[in-house]
Nanobody, 126 residues
Framework: QVQLTESGGGLVQAGDSLRLSCAAS????????VGWFRQAPGREREFVAG????????YYEDSVKGRFTISRDNAARTMYLQMNILKPEDTAVYYC???????????????????WGQGTQVTVSS
């Protein structure tokens, strides 16, 4: 069982930046493909970004390309989501997730991940 703990959310203004962190309990984070999802009120949880196990290529949802950057530090057992030029439509609860299969391409659906964090709220005011 892997525990994931997000941090770094908050209330910011449009155009600001935030960096989310997700600390993992496993020492073998490098074996997992990891991703970030978000869920806005009244909407389904959606894929935001993912990165292959070890240090692989990142994948992004179209609306965040060029603004968000996913990264991971396997030694620190932590993954990150750097969010720049935030927009009100980025407001959501953000979740990190880990795929124990270590998929070569990060899954874009919830069912592709085995472990989830509790979520951290990001609110962007206009």
């Amino acid at each position: 069982q892997v525990q994931l703990t997000e941090s770094g959310g908050g209330l910011v203004q449009a155009g600001d930046s935030l960096r989310l962190s997700c600390a993992a309990s496993t020492r073998s984070l490098s074996d997992y493909t990891v991703g970030w999802f978000r869920q806005a009120p009244g909407r389904e949880r959606e894929f935001v970004a993912g990165i292959m196990r070890n240090i692989g290529s990142p994948y992004y949802e179209d609306s965040v390309k060029g603004r968000f950057t996913i990264s991971r530090d396997n030694a620190a057992r932590t993954m990150y989501l750097q969010m720049n030029i935030l927009k009100p439509e980025d407001t959501a609860v953000y979740y990190c997730a880990a795929d124990r299969q270590g998929s070569q391409i990060p899954p874009r659906v919830e069912s592709g991940y085995d472990y989830w964090g509790q979520g951290t709220q990001v609110t962007v005011s206009s």
